[in-house]
């Protein structure tokens, strides 16, 4: 088999779902999981991309599809200024980039580092608009008769923040403005009515 692993720098994470397993669908398994975006300019990194593809595409031939692989191979990387699966165009923050989904299973965490190899345990420093190094493994895989190249996802390195993608909550101070406090008083006498 083919070495079908790469890593990729500075690149922008999106659906970030690192340090706990998630599942939008609830009866589907959770995962780790993270989208990732990256740019169209960075030419050595789509290089390095496009040649784990095609490792992987030649482990399937060589393996889990017996010899011969699908007409047009289904593999996870997308046109980010084009459609998804589903027909519909892109998030703005996907446009100039090559974007792909990665994922580990629920009993395999990912490893997530700082930029001195630090582990991140604070869910406040790993969200969707980071940017980081990471880690990949593209796999065939031959699944109720679909064939493809899958995408695993290894260890991430954090390396810069980046303006936070959707969905996160506002702050207070967006929201709220401070209360007037009135003035300190000291105690009033209830006889003669002056401050104490």
């Known amino acids: 088999m083919e070495n079908a692993s790469v890593v990729l720098e500075n690149v922008r994470l999106s659906y970030v779902h690192l ?3 998630y599942a939008r669908d609830p009866q589907a398994t959770p995962k780790f ?14 290089q390095k991309l496009d040649a784990a593809l095609a490792a992987a595409t030649r482990n399937g031939i060589n393996g889990k599809w017996n010899g011969a692989a ?9 046109d980010g200024d084009g459609l998804n699966q589903s027909g519909n165009t892109f998030g703005p923050e996907c446009k100039g980039c090559w974007v792909f989904a990665a994922s580990s ?13 630090n582990r991140i345990m604070d869910a406040t420093k790993v969200y969707s608009g980071m940017y980081a190094n990471i880690s990949v493994n593209f796999f065939p895989y031959n699944y109720q008769g679909k064939k493809g ?7 991430v390195q954090k390396v810069r923040d980046g303006e936070p993608l959707g969905g996160s909550a506002p702050s207070a101070k967006s929201v709220f403005q401070p209360i007037q406090q009135a003035p300190a008083t000291g105690a009033v006498n209830p006889l003669t009515g002056e401050i104490m």
């Open 19 to 21: 340090l706990k397993p």
């Open 33 to 46: 999981q993270a989208t990732i975006l990256l740019p169209k300019t960075d030419a050595v990194g789509k």
């Open 70 to 78: 699908p007409v047009k191979v289904p593999n996870p990387v997308w």
């Open 105 to 117: 299973p629920a009993d395999k965490p990912v490893d997530v580092v700082d930029g001195q190899l």
């Open 149 to 155: 190249v899958g995408c695993g996802l290894g260890p």
